[in-house]
């Protein structure tokens, strides 16, 4: 592969380029601290919330876009020649170089005349900071004496404010270098705000492992000017100004000289972190912490037992080990950085200024992990309650530092909890969650049943002319934002979605005996049901949405543009408001209008006109993003559909067009540009001249359904309310897989053999040797292990 391959063990990505088209980032984070690390150390760093608690400098829309980051400058003291271990930002090409990035770590090494240096980057599993561990080995023949500079740009810790005000902010900064505790300390303080929303008292930056014999704190004294952190004054000079900052830009620069001989190494560590109030491990216990190699490999060491502990709660063995490589490791690794940050901090996507956790978002990121950490995503589900209002809907998205959020209305937001306590549920049996206690944003309180309920009334009590939901702002399509400008427009997928939901509150409101509930839930479903398909259904396809004069969107009769999309027809079969031919019929049709080479189109045509009842859609150019890309995220959701309909090959076809790894090789890495190693949001349409295009990697639902759709559909082992389902779609070629998947405390070692070389139905089950009804639902609770083999 172009630029970089899996390791052996599928568990790193080495790149062996560092000019990569984009930065290709990995993060590192514990829950709470996250540095953003590219593959040469550019990046930003936060601490629980990258809008009001940003801990190191992010330049917007820069170039390269990573600028500045976490840099280690070296110099001979003798030759005055000066490099960058990490390739940035000195830019001197290195006689060799590599990045690895692993799971919550970043490794980068380089050769430069005769000196091996290595930088691992890593955040521990309990302490708010990174670390920076620094090898440098003399490989040459001859003695050296080389300089080494750390440094970093700090932040005015609101980011938004900075982005904003920075030339009067920085004024508010202070950093200074503390000699009994050898380590830069930095302060942002506004009397008149005091400390903002923040958690922390301070940042710290340290060295440890080889004495300090120089500092500075002052960006432009470390600089110099008319120069870039390319060339540093100080690096030139070979000398520290030792500046301090009482209000400017402030930095974390610390350098040590070391002698090596011929095949000598030596190890520096540094540190960036924040101390809390009232810190029980304040930041010096923490240097001093760190400041021992065995402490440095034991939280390595537990950094990797982490992830193999996620890891091991779900893994395949299929015939294509570029699945295997996604679904063990990438797709889970990715869906976990996505639960953690919703959409709200990268490079590309959202830079952390204005987003905030998506109510919608992190609702759909809880179904990626629950089979993982239940745990937290039971105290994330109970945090989307306490941002609903009493009527039933939600922000859009909320600040958790702060408790604010977004009141503009969405006419799904609200609806996506309800999946997220369907699937937890499912996952861990735990219908005790229904009857616990959530507050309101007005802060009444009310029982999570209460609050789901309260959505489906919300929905219902906001019914537009035809008798669907209104379209409000938006639905899940962000961009169709003009459509319901007048208080009558309405979303047929949102009328599909809500259909989904009631069928999911049934089962919620059995767990309960709720029978009145059930009755007014199947009653609501069917209404909607045949209206839909009353009105809705348009001969080949379901129309996508009615604006306010109830023009149809995504009709044969929508004129030349945006005649067709590709929601309304996943989700007709979804919901089960499409019967078996409609159901057929919508899904060729996105076959025969939407496919490409690359995946599937999200609308189509484009729309190149700008009528005034669509939305900011129409402000992309045709086939980027919303306006006729492939939207990688919406896959998923034919994936599924495909599925249901017992037809895997193209469901299997859909799946892998967008493995990254073989999208990238396919398009090939210059033009698609991102990682191949995580799934992108959207990949630019062919109505676009550069067509296979990839964009905002990372923070996406693409990862989180793309697991669900291919373990729970395409593999079929699907958690249910009573147990664990074995119902596969998959491609005839395959003689079948193996799965291990623990599931509510036992471990399920399950064997699907397909020796007939059918794609689907179960014809005979085997539980520990004994006979089992085929799509039984499978449960235990004994935490033992157990042997399943189904025969297609």
């Known amino acids: 592969m172009e630029y970089g391959k899996f390791s052996k063990d599928r568990k790193e990505f080495i790149i062996n380029r560092y000019d990569t088209p984009t930065p290709w980032i990995n993060y590192l984070c514990n829950g709470k601290y996250c540095a953003i690390t590219s593959q040469t150390g550019g990046g930003y760093s ?168 120089g500092f500075d704190c002052d960006r432009e004294e470390f600089i110099g000017r008319y120069h870039s952190e390319a060339d540093p004054q100080a690096i030139l000079d070979g000398k520290h100004r030792n500046s301090i900052v009482i209000g400017g830009n402030a930095i974390g620069s610390l350098s040590t000289s070391v002698t090596l001989k011929s095949k000598e190494s030596k190890d520096v560590t540094v540190l960036v972190g924040v101390e809390l109030f009232d810190a029980a491990m304040p930041a010096l216990k923490l240097i001093k912490k760190y400041d021992n190699e065995k402490t440095l490999l ?50 590309m996507y959202n830079t ?28 994330k589900i109970k945090l989307l309650a306490k941002n609903m209002y009493e009527d039933g809907h939600s922000y859009h998205l909320f600040f958790p530092t702060v408790e604010k959020g977004d009141p503009k209305k969405y006419s799904d937001d609200h609806l996506w909890i309800i999946n997220a306590v369907y699937s937890y549920i499912c996952e861990t049996g735990d219908a005790g969650i229904l009857n616990e206690t959530c507050k309101y944003i007005e802060g009444s309180s009310g029982a999570i049943y209460e609050h789901l309920a309260k959505a489906i009334d919300y929905t219902m009590n906001n019914l537009g002319p035809h008798g669907f939901p209104r379209m409000f702002y938006a639905d899940w399509n962000d961009c169709l934002n003009d459509i319901d400008k007048y208080g009558k427009g309405e979303s047929i997928f949102v009328a599909m979605f809500l259909c989904w939901s009631l069928k999911q509150m049934e089962a919620l409101a059995k767990c309960l005996d709720k029978n009145e509930d059930i009755k007014l839930f199947r009653k609501i479903y069917q209404d909607i049901k045949d209206k839909i398909n009353e009105i809705a259904w348009d001969g080949e396809w379901y129309i996508r949405a009615f604006t306010d004069t109830g023009r149809p969107i995504g009709s044969k009769n929508s004129g030349e543009e945006g005649r067709i999309h590709l929601n309304s027809q996943s989700w007709a079969v979804l919901s089960g408001v499409a019967d078996a031919g409609r159901a057929k019929k919508c899904m060729d049709s996105v076959n025969k209008h939407l496919d490409t080479e690359y995946g599937i189109k999200l609308v189509t045509p484009p729309y190149t006109s ?172 004994d935490a033992k292990n157990h042997k399943i083999l189904a025969y297609l």
Not at 142 to 165: G, S
Not at 173 to 197: H, L, P, R, V
Not at 640 to 650: S, Y
């Open 46 to 213: 936060f601490y629980e919330d990258p809008r009001y608690q940003r801990i190191t400098r992010y330049r917007y829309n820069n170039i390269p876009m990573d600028r500045p980051g976490r840099y280690v400058y070296l110099k001979d003291a003798d030759s005055k020649k000066f490099w960058s271990i990490n390739w940035q930002p000195v830019c001197k090409k290195p006689d060799e170089w590599e990045c690895r990035h692993g799971l919550g770590y970043t490794k980068i090494k380089s050769v430069y005349d005769d000196i091996l240096s290595e930088i691992t980057y890593f955040v521990p599993i309990d302490d708010n900071l990174e670390i920076w561990h620094i090898n440098v080995k003399n490989i040459g023949k001859k003695a050296r004496n080389i300089n080494l500079t750390a440094y970093t740009e700090f932040a005015l810790f609101d980011a938004m404010e900075e982005f904003m005000f920075q030339p009067n902010l920085y004024y508010f900064s202070t950093a200074e270098f503390n000699k009994t505790d050898k380590c830069i300390y930095y302060d942002f303080y506004n009397k008149k705000k005091g400390y903002f929303a923040r958690n922390f008292s301070k940042v710290f930056f340290s060295l440890t492992g080889s004495e300090i014999n």
């Open 298 to 347: 034991n939280e390595f060491g537990r950094l990797g037992k982490y992830w193999e502990d996620f890891l091991n709660n779900l893994q395949v063995d299929v015939p294509d080990e570029h699945v295997n490589a996604m679904i063990n490791i990438w797709n889970q690794y990715q869906s976990k950085t996505t639960f953690d940050w919703s959409r709200f901090a990268s490079l």
């Open 352 to 379: 952390g200024t204005g987003r905030g956790i998506g109510f919608r978002d992190t609702s759909q990121d809880t179904i990626g992990v629950s089979h993982a950490i239940p745990c937290q995503v039971k105290d």
């Open 610 to 781: 700008s009528p005034d009842d669509v939305g900011s859609l129409i402000n992309y150019p045709p086939g980027i993003k919303e306006n006729g890309a492939v939207f990688c995220h919406a896959n998923t959701w034919a994936i599924i559909a495909e599925c249901m309909l017992k037809r895997p090959e193209n469901a299997y076809e859909y799946y892998d067009k967008l493995l990254p790894s073989k999208v990238s090789k396919k398009i090939g890495v210059g033009l698609y540009r991102v990682e191949p190693y995580v799934y992108s949001q959207f990949i630019f349409g062919p109505d676009h001249p550069q067509f296979g295009r990839g964009s905002h990697s990372w923070l996406t639902g693409t990862s989180t359904w793309m697991f669900h759709a291919f373990t729970q559909y395409i593999l079929g082992i699907r958690p249910e309310i009573d147990g664990l389902i074995i119902d596969p779609c998959i491609p005839k070629t395959w003689d079948g897989f193996k799965a291990l998947r623990k599931f509510r405390g036992a471990v399920y070692n399950i064997e699907v053999i397909n020796k007939n070389h059918v794609s689907s139905g179960v014809k005979k089950m085997t539980v520990d040797e004994k006979d089992c009804k085929a799509q039984k639902p499978i449960l235990f609770n």
